[in-house]
């Protein structure tokens, strides 16, 4: 119960400035919103930056891996040690070949 009044009257403390009477209150509006219009550009800047390092990351590790899955599928194919995983990588070394050489960087 003591916890629910704290929480109120924090609330009841930050809220009753924001509202204020007659003139305060356009002004406080207005930098409650310039203060949450930053918050939210600040966030969409954030996740951008993220999304491109993540994206070109990618692009990196997929470029290292898709050679020697594929040059390993060829040596299991060839030397039919197993032919169908070998198949099976060969495949999937093109697949991840075409994604991290056409794909990934147009979105970029």
Not at 16 to 33: C, R
Request: aromatic content about 10%.
């Amino acid at each position: 119960m003591e916890r629910n009044m704290r929480i109120f009257r924090l609330a009841e403390g930050l809220l009753i400035p924001l509202i204020g009477e007659g003139g305060e209150q356009a002004a406080n509006s207005e930098w409650f919103t310039k203060l949450l219009e930053s918050i939210v550009d600040s966030v969409e800047k954030t996740v951008s930056a993220f999304s491109q390092m993540v994206l070109q990351a990618s692009l990196r590790i997929l470029s290292m891996i898709y050679a020697p899955m594929a040059v390993i599928g060829v040596i299991l194919y060839v030397t039919k040690v197993n032919k169908y995983l070998g198949r099976d990588l060969i495949y999937g070394a093109l697949l991840l070949a075409f994604f991290s050489e056409f794909i990934l960087p147009v979105l970029l």
